[in-house]
């Protein structure tokens, strides 16, 4: 199994970029999958998630109204839109799949999940 992110790169603050995780090895659709960041120097934390169906999504605070995860069933894949971005946002980006089937409902923790993409650095210039 393997989680590929990638779209990550350098950007001007207030500017944008579009993350995406491509699974292969086998499919995730009737799983929630989830975006965490890690900056320099601080622990790994909880950016969005989405549900397996598409039906709900949830956020950290610090990126509420900015940033919209989307995913593609069909190509097993999941989608993190970031706008207006600051330099606060700066750090490796990881996708991740949730540990459970069919939960309705957004696990911000990391150890609700159980397969992790390499990440992709994300540096925002002020």
């Known amino acids: 199994v393997q989680l590929q992110a990638s779209g990550g790169g350098l950007v001007q603050a207030g500017g944008s970029l579009r993350l995406s995780c491509a699974a292969s090895?086998?499919?995730?659709?009737?799983?929630?999958m989830g975006w965490f960041r890690q900056a320099p120097g601080k622990e790994r934390e909880f950016v969005g998630a989405?549900?397996?169906?598409?039906?709900?999504?949830d956020y950290a605070d610090s990126v509420k109204g900015r940033f919209t995860i989307s995913r593609d069933n069909a190509k097993n894949a999941v989608y993190l839109q970031m706008n207006s971005l600051k330099p606060e946002d700066t750090a490796v980006y990881y996708c991740?799949?949730?540990?459970?089937?069919?939960?309705?409902?957004?696990?911000?923790?990391?150890?609700?999940?159980?397969?992790w993409g390499q990440g992709t650095q994300v540096t925002v210039s002020s």
């Open positions: 090895g086998r499919t995730f659709s009737s799983y929630a």
């Open positions: 991740a799949v949730d540990r459970y089937s069919y939960r309705m409902y957004v696990k911000p923790d990391s150890d609700e999940y159980n397969y």
């Open positions: 989405i549900i397996w169906n598409s039906g709900r999504t």
